[in-house]
């Protein structure tokens, strides 16, 4: 884990820096395990994002956004109550630990001085964010409840006793000297990173093995010196970065040996902005949209069953002219039959070779009832190929418009699931209920901008009633359009009569990077005025057809999407 000991140390600063003797104005709980503190320092307002998660708990400075519940989580309402308007006196790390103390002095209901901690646990999936009255050292609330029943040390309930995690007897890496690293390490035992972790406090298995790394050949010599160089630089200004190790992401706060940095950041605020964003988003998706998700996955895999059906019952058609010959050469044989035979072999006079062929019979009917029975499978087979035809073309249709929800829900922002719910509402998949306070359902949809290198106005829709309105309502006939060949996608337009072939490149980048050849090079995109894309009447939403395109070959890129972004 990389929002380890050390890296809360360097956010530390970081948030003492900006919000320090600040005033917290507002408070919002967007999710259920993060929250949003608006801080209001020297004219400046800062966002405070505090997260819990699982997987993703932190604590951060975000320029990132996040749509508010209509109605406020109880935990937020009783955080509003102790702590909007307030200061925040101080913000300080218990030491060596990933607990971060946010002391705050704010007024009760009377007006009288009340002082209070917010404790920020960045503890994995025990991570939790607690609320303590300073003077009683109670518990007002958290964010998490754990009961006495799962942890007998720490009860983490309204009105119980505060008590910090149990402290351990490791060493203090800022107070050690060589000799003290040493006694803790035994040189025979091998796996020095682990014996790092397990003997010094804060570090984490990402900066123990960066002290073995920077030690090279590991003795008594070079081992204390890599040791104390890790210590000195976890003491200089952070210099965030993205880096790569064993094909993997991640982050830190100071450059590491044996990494590739692959971005820079301004702050840490910015990085953890950079590298949680996407992961966090699909995260709280998946929360919210997760029944779509399976609804989806079922549906698609009924259709493939029932296109798997439809083309076994095609192929039995195939055979409608060999019930048609076998009637009429039973008719012609009527007097060689009896009840009770199960098969008939005759000789087959629409051959030209004048062979036999062997007709099934059904024991249990006459001789003019199993003829009549093989002229009827033949009219029943040939009456079922316009049908079957039909079934698979509207089956195929379905197919094809459920993955590109699928797709769509994959691309979605948490916003963009209700939209969704309700197309899926409106076409009969799932009953849906407008929340109170939800945008209402004729309200249009907000699209999703960007701009071009070269400053022109780029528009994407990221669902099939985007899609639409995009389409059908935003875009001018001149405008150029784009979407990705053959595959579910976004429908991008450039608002401009005249695009330069910067903006065409880039618009039909973001339409292959919203769609499924993301992942892929050189995807062929095609693009059209808005004249030539048409919608049929009756067509599922987000379903157009079009002529006169050019196909342009892009390769999606992430950090070029992202750059492009309003």
């Not at 983490?156 to 040493?182: H, M, Q, R, V």
């Not at 087959?348 to 009832?369: A, C, H």
């Not at 499978?377 to 929800?405: G, N, S």
Request: aromatic fraction near 8%.
């Amino acid at each position: 884990m990389a929002f380890d000991t050390m890296f809360l140390k360097a956010m530390t600063e970081e948030l003492t820096e900006q919000c320090e003797t600040g005033r917290i104005m507002k408070i919002h709980q967007p999710f259920a395990h993060e929250l949003v503190l608006h801080v209001r320092k020297n004219r400046e307002n800062q966002r405070i994002l505090i997260s819990a998660h699982p997987s993703y708990a932190r604590i951060q400075i975000t320029k990132e956004t996040m749509e508010n519940p209509a109605q406020p989580p109880m935990f937020c309402m009783l955080l509003r109550k102790y702590m909007e308007g307030a200061i925040i006196e101080s913000i300080r790390q218990v030491a060596n630990d990933r607990i971060l103390i946010f002391g705050i002095r704010g007024k009760d209901e009377i007006g009288e001085t009340r002082f209070c901690d917010l404790y920020v646990e960045i503890m994995g999936r025990h991570s939790n964010v607690v609320l303590v009255d300073r003077e009683k050292e109670t518990i007002v609330d958290c964010i998490k409840h754990v009961s006495p029943a799962f942890n007998s040390y720490r009860t983490l309930l309204p009105g119980a006793s505060y008590i910090l995690p149990p402290s351990s007897d490791k060493l203090d890496p800022w107070t050690a000297s060589e000799d003290d690293l040493l006694a803790k390490l035994d040189f025979n035992a091998g796996k020095m990173s682990k014996q790092i972790v397990s003997g010094v406090a804060g570090f984490s298995p990402l900066l123990a093995n960066e002290v073995v790394a920077r030690a090279g050949l590991v003795n008594r010599e070079t081992l204390p010196q890599a040791f104390f160089s890790v210590i000195a630089d976890c003491a200089k200004p952070a210099e965030p970065v993205l880096f790569t190790k064993n094909e993997k992401e991640d982050f830190y706060f100071m450059r590491l040996a044996d990494t590739d940095v692959t971005a820079e950041s301004d702050s840490l605020g910015a990085l953890l902005d950079r590298f949680y964003g996407g992961k966090a988003t699909r995260d709280r998706v998946h929360q919210i949209a997760h029944d779509l998700e399976r609804l989806l996955a079922n549906e698609i895999d009924r259709d493939r069953l029932k296109m798997e059906k439809l083309e076994q019952t095609l192929v039995d058609t195939e055979r409608a002219d060999e019930f048609r010959i076998f009637g009429e050469l039973l008719t012609a044989n009527l007097h060689l039959v009896s009840r009770g035979m199960t098969e008939i072999e005759v000789q087959n006079f629409y051959d030209e070779n004048m062979g036999t062929v062997k007709i099934p019979l059904d024991i249990r009917k006459s001789p003019p009832q199993n003829a009549q029975f093989l002229f009827n499978k033949y009219q029943k087979l040939k009456k079922a190929v316009k049908f079957v035809e039909e079934q698979m073309r509207l089956t195929e249709q379905e197919i094809a418009y459920l993955e590109t929800v699928q797709q769509q829900l994959e691309d979605a922002s948490p916003e963009d699931v209700q939209e969704i719910r309700m197309e899926l509402a409106e076409q009969g998949y799932i009953k849906y209920k407008q929340k109170k306070g939800s945008r209402k359902p004729n309200q249009n949809p907000t699209l999703e901008k960007y701009t071009s290198s070269t400053g022109l106005p780029i528009l994407v829709g990221k669902n099939n009633k985007q899609n639409d309105y995009l389409t059908n309502k935003v875009a001018r006939n001149t405008d150029l359009w784009f979407h990705v060949k053959d595959l579910p996608g976004s429908h991008v337009v450039i608002q401009d009569a005249n695009p330069d072939e910067a903006s065409i490149t880039e618009a039909a980048m973001i339409a292959a990077f919203y769609s499924k050849a993301r992942l892929s090079g050189s995807v062929p995109v095609d693009a059209t005025l808005i004249k030539h894309v048409k919608k049929p009447s009756g067509a599922k939403p987000g379903y157009v057809t079009y002529d006169n395109q050019t196909t342009y070959f892009v390769t999606p890129d992430e950090e070029t999407v992202k750059g492009l972004r309003n």
